[in-house]
């Protein structure tokens, strides 16, 4: 059993900061790779950003240049920071990682439950 635990959401006004965490656990047998992705209200969920377990990244056109995603292999942990924020960031903000699991050698892909991300003055 494997479990995505996301913290970090909160509110903050246009221009600011916030970085999110999101903290794989369980029977991992392997990480491959993790990322975010954000629905906000009335829009799709859509990929923000990824990482492999290389440290290989792919960001969103819109966040690039505001956003940086990294990882931590050994802690098993995403993170997503997020600068210079505007109001049409405000989403849920949803881990997710591809992994193994001990109980299965077929990688599979697990979601936190979001996080919410509010940017208003």
């Known amino acids: 059993q494997v479990q995505l635990v996301e913290s970090g959401g909160g509110l903050v006004q246009p221009g600011g900061s916030l970085r999110l965490s999101c903290a794989a656990s369980?029977?991992?047998?392997?990480?491959?790779?993790m990322g975010w992705y954000r629905q906000g209200p009335g829009n799709l969920r859509e990929l923000v950003a990824a990482?492999?377990?290389?440290?290989?990244?792919n960001l969103a056109d819109s966040v690039k240049g505001r956003f940086t995603i990294s990882r931590d292999n050994a802690k098993n942990t995403v993170y997503l920071q997020m600068n210079s924020l505007k109001p049409e960031d405000t989403a849920v903000y949803y881990c997710?990682?591809?992994?193994?699991?001990?109980?299965?050698?077929?990688?599979?892909?697990?979601w936190g439950r979001g996080t919410q991300v509010t940017v208003s003055a």
């Open positions: 369980g029977s991992i047998s392997s990480t491959y790779a």
């Open positions: 997710n990682a591809r992994i193994g699991s001990r109980e299965s050698l077929v990688p599979y892909t697990y």
């Open positions: 990482v492999t377990s290389g440290g290989n990244t």
